[in-house]
């Protein structure tokens, strides 16, 4: 008997650590990436989750918004201040072809041309999940965010009649909030950034990838950093130019980037894969 229970004594204790573990909950806030819809989101992780970005933004929308339309309280005076600048130093020949083109359109075209390749490669690499989010992409660029000619999408047109804003010069001779070519730039780098390329780059096997993956949420990749700081690069770039080329008010380009910046939340939100914060552990034998 002595001899039976000595050799079984490791075996419980083996037992007993596990089931010990299993019960005590983890040291520290982790995040739980589900992974069998084939996505990889871990590797663009950025310090905030999409649930702040969208809640902020929509509230940097409304407060605009009510500012132009009602209160001309907060950002009236800086409107004239940067248009009077642009006109006393900024000649119209530089407004008109380096600031309402070249800055303007550049990273709307780096876009387009980022959604175009990740798209193709999508399409060709037939990742599980992938055609959700290309379609959703696509359906917010066309309806909300951007135009296959010269114009406006149906909301930043609805918007701008709406508010029915007149412009800080004639430079063009449609109505000025919210800006369609900020609203364009941020949406079309964030969408690609955020949505599009880790969609491109999933799993393309259909079944299910490893259970999950524990990410400290206080370390966010420095990939994810990174494509933040192009994000916000693409936004004030082009804001910028509608501003020297006196085209738009500051705050019709604050709104415009508030408005991309809310869709590209909305899509990631719809599109990606559930997060679970601090997961309960599975008591399975």
Request: charged share 15%; glycine share 6%.
């Amino acid at each position: 008997m002595h001899k039976v229970a000595s050799s079984t004594w490791p075996v419980h204790s083996a037992l007993s650590f596990t089931l010990s573990s299993r019960r005590s909950p983890p040291s520290i806030i982790t995040r739980t990436v589900a992974r069998g819809n084939g996505f990889r989101r871990d590797l663009l992780a950025v310090p905030v989750d999409t649930n702040t970005v969208l809640l902020t933004s929509a509230a940097c929308f409304a407060a605009i918004s009510l500012d132009v339309a009602r209160t001309h309280l907060l950002l009236s005076g800086l409107d004239n201040l940067c248009h009077t600048w642009v006109v006393q130093h900024i000649p119209p020949e530089v407004r008109a072809s380096t600031a309402d083109v070249l800055v303007s359109d550049t990273f709307i075209t780096l876009g387009l041309s980022g959604w175009a390749a990740t798209s193709a490669t999508i399409l060709f690499r037939q990742p599980k999940g992938g055609f959700k989010s290309l379609l959703l992409a696509w359906g917010v660029y066309l309806s909300a965010a951007g135009a296959v000619t010269k114009g406006d999408p149906p909301l930043v047109w609805t918007l701008k009649e709406l508010f029915h804003r007149t412009r800080p010069s004639t430079l063009h001779h449609t109505f000025s909030f919210p800006s369609g070519h900020t609203t364009a730039a941020t949406f079309l780098i964030g969408g690609c950034l955020f949505v599009l390329l880790p969609a491109a780059l999933a799993d393309r096997s259909q079944s299910s990838a490893p259970e999950s993956a524990a990410i400290d949420q206080t370390q966010p990749s420095p990939a994810g950093n990174a494509a933040v700081a192009i994000w916000i690069l693409a936004a004030l770039t082009t804001a910028c130019g509608r501003i020297l080329a006196d085209a738009h008010w500051l705050s019709d380009t604050m709104a415009g980037a508030a408005i991309g910046t809310l869709l590209v939340a909305l899509l990631r939100r719809v599109s990606g894969p559930q997060e679970e914060v601090n997961p309960k552990p599975r008591n399975e034998l």
